[in-house]
């Protein structure tokens, strides 16, 4: 694959993050999302299909960036790992997870909301944070602010959590957002039941409403 991932991440600009709980399901999905010119997944480990699909995505579908997210614990990392993922992406911030994403060379993207929890994970090198959950957490306007303090250590962000279409042009317009995560590409119910024609449809919307503002 060509382009480190993070750089490929900031490229897609939407990560769609995805609860699968048929594996089958997810390389339609993965199949779907790149036809629709959104090549990536963050893959939630939440449900008991989620490493199966990762590890079928990551063998079926040349060129899709595949993700693992809801990283918890060190052993989870292992296991995304194992079954082929790309990228990991954590809520949260520990030096267990990073040392754990560092020991087996896994892109690592952990969650950052507080200035504290940013500079602890600047401390071990991250960069690319995930700002969960964004619209709770003070939205686009809590993002922005955060970009004068933490210039000088690159800090960039993936709001996550609540983004929609209608708040999605105000975390695009921040030139600190390298990528924004959501579930709103690809609900859990259109995943289940299929529907992916609904799904291509809106990953188009969303290629399109990036390309608006430039990769
Ligand atoms: O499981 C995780 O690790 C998560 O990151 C949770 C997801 O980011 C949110 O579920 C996004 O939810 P929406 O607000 O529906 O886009």
């Known amino acids: 694959m060509s382009?480190?991932?993070?750089?490929?991440?900031?490229?897609?600009?939407i990560a769609p993050v995805v609860e699968i709980t048929d594996a089958r399901r997810g390389v339609e999905l993965a199949q779907t999302l790149?036809?629709?010119?959104?090549?990536?997944?963050?893959?939630?480990?939440?449900?008991?299909?989620?490493?199966?699909?990762?590890?079928a995505i990551a063998a079926e579908v040349p060129g899709f960036l595949v993700g693992a997210g809801t990283l918890l614990t060190p052993a989870q990392i292992d296991d995304a790992v194992e079954a082929g993922v790309h990228f990991g992406v954590s809520p949260g911030f520990t030096p267990a997870l990073s040392d754990a994403a560092t020991?087996?060379?896994?892109?690592?993207?952990?969650?950052?909301?507080?200035?504290?929890?940013?500079?602890?994970a600047a401390e071990r090198g991250h960069t690319h944070l995930k700002f969960f959950p964004a619209e709770p957490s003070g939205g686009s306007a809590a993002v922005a602010a955060f970009a004068a303090p933490f210039a000088s250590l690159g800090i960039r962000f993936m709001p996550t959590g609540g983004v929609r279409p209608s708040n999605?042009?105000?975390?695009l317009a921040l030139p600190t957002v390298f990528a924004i995560g959501g579930t709103w590409i690809a609900p859990r119910d259109q995943i289940t039941e299929g529907r992916f024609d609904e799904i291509g449809a809106a990953a188009r919307t969303a290629v399109a409403t990036v390309a608006a503002y430039g990769a």
């Open 3 to 13: 382009g480190s991932v993070l750089e490929r991440l900031t490229l897609a600009r």
């Open 34 to 55: 790149a036809a629709a010119g959104l090549p990536v997944a963050e893959v939630t480990l939440r449900t008991p299909a989620a490493l199966e699909a990762i590890r």
């Open 103 to 120: 020991a087996v060379g896994l892109p690592f993207v952990p969650g950052a909301v507080t200035s504290t929890e940013i500079l602890a």
């Open 168 to 171: 999605l042009d105000a975390y």
